[in-house]
């Protein structure tokens, strides 16, 4: 059974279809990867598999259980977590602080258990300070965890994301355009990261305009074209795919300031995989 399940999923915005009937299956314990050109719907599929939106028809499951109608806050309890294309760090909290405010669920107890300090609290406080130390030092992030998050370089803010995603220790991770803005060297040391997250156990869906990066990590590769599913396959087979190439050449062909498609700028580098 897959971990993630689309089915026939709709979405129309005053009249403009955003999405025409989409069905993909995201597997447990993969890193799928989704491209297309700008507008082709793909933010829109990741605001309904998240919840921040609702689909006019289909469905979407997620561990086998329709979660369709759920708000987000309930699919983040089941076990998903998600980044966004914009930085959304709080940057008046420590870098700790912003990692522990995604374990909000584990820190159980009421107002007066914390206004008295009790025993169970001070531990639960103690337990969560060291997991978020830990997920910061897996990122990388270890020596800057009582800095003011908005100290941190861009990149390093964008790993901080991931991190807060991380502390909710979710078995899907949505990672919305986690290259975007990032140098070719920053987006090696995430890519290496995102390696190391699946080998954790998380299952990664990524959206992602960086061609050489999606084409390096994913296992499987889902292709959106003006609200459509036009392929789906391992990198190679999509970077071959007929259609794949000509819905990239025509943006191509439509924008006077791009010399090449994205298909045709597919960087080379290596990633780390241990």
Request: proline share 4%; hydrophobic share 40%; aromatic share 4%.
């Amino acid at each position: 059974m897959a971990l993630l399940s689309i089915e026939n999923i709709r979405k129309e915005y005053d009249g403009i279809i955003a999405l025409d009937r989409i069905s993909l299956k995201v597997e447990k314990g993969s890193i799928t990867g989704l491209i297309g050109p700008n507008g082709a719907g793909k933010s829109t599929l990741f605001h309904l598999i998240s919840g921040v939106e609702k689909p006019d028809s289909g469905k979407i499951y997620f561990k086998g259980r329709d979660i369709t109608s759920m708000e987000p806050h309930e699919r983040s309890t089941l076990g998903m977590g998600r980044t966004f294309q914009t930085i959304q760090v709080w940057g008046n909290m420590t870098v700790v602080e912003n990692i522990m405010a995604g374990m909000n669920q584990k820190l159980k107890g009421g107002m007066l258990s914390y206004g008295l300090w009790l025993p169970r609290i001070r531990r639960s406080e103690k337990g969560a300070l060291q997991e978020a130390k830990e997920i910061l030092d897996s990122l990388g992030l270890l020596g800057k965890w009582e800095s003011m998050a908005s100290q941190l370089p861009y990149g390093k803010q964008k790993l901080l994301e991931i991190g807060r995603a991380l502390a909710m220790k979710p078995d899907l991770l949505l990672l919305d355009e986690p290259a975007s803005g990032l140098t070719l060297n920053e987006i090696r040391h995430l890519s290496e990261k995102i390696i190391h997250i699946r080998q954790e156990g998380v299952t990664v869906f990524i959206v992602e305009h960086h061609m050489g990066m999606v084409m390096e990590l994913a296992d499987e590769i889902a292709v959106l074209h003006n609200g459509e599913l036009i392929a789906e396959g391992t990198p190679e087979a999509v970077r071959r795919n007929p259609e794949v190439i000509e819905a990239y050449l025509t943006r191509r062909s439509r924008d006077p300031h791009s010399t090449l498609s994205p298909m045709e700028k597919v960087s080379q580098y290596e990633i780390k995989k241990k």
